[in-house]
């Protein structure tokens, strides 16, 4: 009868042995839809009507509340659904009794509903490793190996280069200062950007603004080996060349960060999907590989390049490689939407238009970097997970002991063969490669938490080795260098552990409309940091001057292994609750 319009003081509780699932609204109904049709779906009864629903439905595990909703409402929350994308929804018409029925083995019921089926443990974890778009998520992945690959071989090539031309550390500190202070400005200002302007058209710009930075960087590199004989330092770094390249370099870096946040905090979310935990995981354990994979072909590519042609010809191969790219990655774009239904091309709020039109408003720049930094400040210390992040942040004081910029104009300036940078380089990315393995049956061990504890000790212990060695033997001996190396080498097993754990623990804790803004403002504040060391990089600019910067690279370290197991061994009830299943953080059933 009427009995389904009329208001109750608490939704109808369903009998059912077990924990019990709540949907009180139709959204939570429409979002439990394939579960429900598992559960309640029979070859042998019609399709049910949520109109006809009666005040006391009995199903197993699942608690609805349909006192006063109405067919219409329940479907005019809802973005219209692709023809393409099929997704399961459960259509009650019929109900065979309005009187509630037990379903302990002693009572007596209709044989209509001896048996309910349920999934198996291995099904739904059958269903959790299964990504929502795996099509989109095969094509994500060739296009974040295709400009990763670009991206990493001019990163390797622009300090080599300059290296080659000037013998003094400053023009390698100033480019890569002016690049993390860019970073660090723009950052937060172009995530919440990206949160709101349409993903592929972004995507597009992005990679455009990327490839003519890092054709023009490289145009200033050639013309100033071209032109350019030995200099003083102070008349190198006021050349107008100098100060295009690092114009150049900051854009192109700010560009490259923000695609790297977009894939790997919003678009492999949406793709392996949100609520599909180990599709998730071995996702990012894809693309951390690749971007791996990615450092060591390019570092030891134009390493070799070097050892064996002209730096000049070597950056015109670089040149050709990045003209290249382009229309590549436009196409891969397309193809990542295509494959996935167009699912990039949903939405995340209702009011993009006049925000973007707002933020890229060149009359309010000042204002909006500031607002952005504001906002985004303070969305980012309300998290949850903020000291897993700040962990990583500091992590990225560590610029001496690492490969990367510094590294590289060092070992340069002490006469080191190109063919052996790039191997170092290229052994840091296998270092790393292998942690991708590692850290994962570690986690299955200990928990993600332990492991992530783990990869930071051990990372500090193996830069700590590296440090004495540097300061008791001259690396410019066999012996000493490969134990230097080596050391450091290794350190990036804990390094790329930790790296893998942290981007989980942000995905898990970080909401998908903020993704962005969130993963913008940690990139900025990590720029701050490193931002900071290659300020001390230019104030200690000579070579000399390098073990003072591997002493704050491992204070930094160390810093951040402290502060990381602090906060595992003092955990909050939010970090409990946020952490339930990890066996460091076991809640007891109540």
């Keep these: 009868g009427d009995g389904h319009r009329r208001r109750r003081r608490r939704p109808p509780r369903l009998a059912a042995a077990g924990s019990s699932w709540k949907a009180v609204s139709p ?48 479907l005019d929350d809802h ?49 959790a490793a299964t990504p929502a778009h795996p099509a989109g998520l ?62 592929i058209p972004m995507y597009t710009g992005l990679n455009a603004v990327q490839v003519a930075t890092q054709l023009i960087s490289a145009a200033m590199v050639i013309y100033a080996m071209k032109n350019v004989t030995h ?45 599909r935990p180990v599709a998730l995981a071995q996702a990012n354990a894809v693309l951390n590989r690749l971007d791996l994979v990615c450092e ?54 209702p009011s993009d238009e006049s925000i973007c039109a707002n933020l890229l408003d060149v009359r309010k720049i000042v204002q909006n970097g500031l607002s952005a930094i504001r906002n985004g400040w303070n969305e980012y210390k309300q998290q949850t997970v903020l000291p897993a992040s700040v962990a990583t942040v500091f992590l990225n004081f560590n610029v001496a002991l690492a490969p990367g910029a510094i590294m590289t104009a060092l070992l340069m300036h002490r006469g080191i063969s190109p063919s052996i940078v790039g191997a170092f380089s290229g052994l840091c990315s296998i270092m790393g490669l292998v942690a991708t393995f590692i850290s994962s049956s570690l986690v299955e061990r200990v928990g993600i938490l332990k492991a992530g504890a783990a990869g930071l000790i051990v990372q500090a212990s193996l830069l700590s080795v590296a440090l004495v060695v540097y300061w008791t033997g001259s690396i410019s001996q066999r012996t000493p260098l490969l134990i230097f190396l080596a050391a450091i080498a290794l350190s990036r097993l804990g390094h790329m552990s930790y790296d893998v754990v942290g981007t989980q623990i942000l995905q898990t804790g970080v909401p998908a409309s903020k993704a962005n803004l969130i993963g913008g403002m940690e990139v900025s504040i990590s720029s701050l940091a490193e931002l900071v060391m290659l300020g001390m990089a230019i104030i200690a600019n000579d070579v000399s001057h390098f073990g003072f910067l591997a002493i704050l690279s491992v204070s930094s370290v160390a810093g951040a292994a402290w502060m990381f197991c602090q906060w595992l061994g003092n955990p909050t009830d939010e970090q409990r609750e946020l952490f339930m299943f990890d066996p460091h953080f076991q809640v007891e059933p109540i």
């Excluded at 042998?44 to 109109?51: D, G």
């Excluded at 100060?243 to 923000?258: K, N, P, S, T, Y």
């Design 27 to 74: 959204r939570g109904a429409r979002a439990t839809a394939e579960a429900a049709g598992q559960l309640i779906s029979s070859p042998r009864r019609p399709a049910l009507r949520l109109s006809n629903f009666v005040p006391r439905c009995y199903i197993t595990n699942v608690e609805v509340d349909v006192s006063h909703t109405s067919e219409q409402e329940a």
């Design 296 to 349: 060591t072909v390019g570092a030891s590519v134009f390493g070799l390049l070097l050892s064996k042609y002209h730096p000049v010809t070597c950056l015109k191969i670089a040149c050709g490689l990045m003209i290249c790219s382009f229309p590549v990655l436009v196409v891969l774009g397309q193809l990542i939407n295509r494959f996935s239904c167009h699912a990039l091309d949903s939405s995340r709020t």
């Design 138 to 199: 095969y094509a994500l992945y060739a296009s974040y190996l295709f400009g990763n690959l670009v991206e990493q071989l001019w990163n390797f090539a622009w300090p080599a280069a300059l290296a080659i031309l000037h013998p003094s550390l400053l023009p390698v500190a100033i480019v890569g200062f002016f690049t993390k202070l860019s970073v660090f400005i723009g950052a937060p200002i172009v995530g919440k950007l990206m949160d709101h302007f349409p993903r």
């Design 231 to 275: 200099a003083s330092t102070s008349a190198v770094v006021l050349k107008p060349w100098f100060i295009a390249l690092v114009a150049a370099g900051a854009i192109e870096r700010l560009a490259g960060l923000a695609l790297g946040v977009a894939m790997e905090r919003d678009w492999v979310v949406l793709l392996a999907g949100t609520n």
């Design 79 to 127: 973005p219209p659904l692709l023809p393409a994308c099929a997704i399961p929804v459960v259509h009650l018409r019929d109900v065979p009794d309005a009187s509630p029925f037990p379903l302990h083995e002693s009572a007596s019921h209709s044989t209509d509903f001896e048996e309910l089926p349920v999934l198996s443990e291995g099904e739904l974890h059958t269903i």
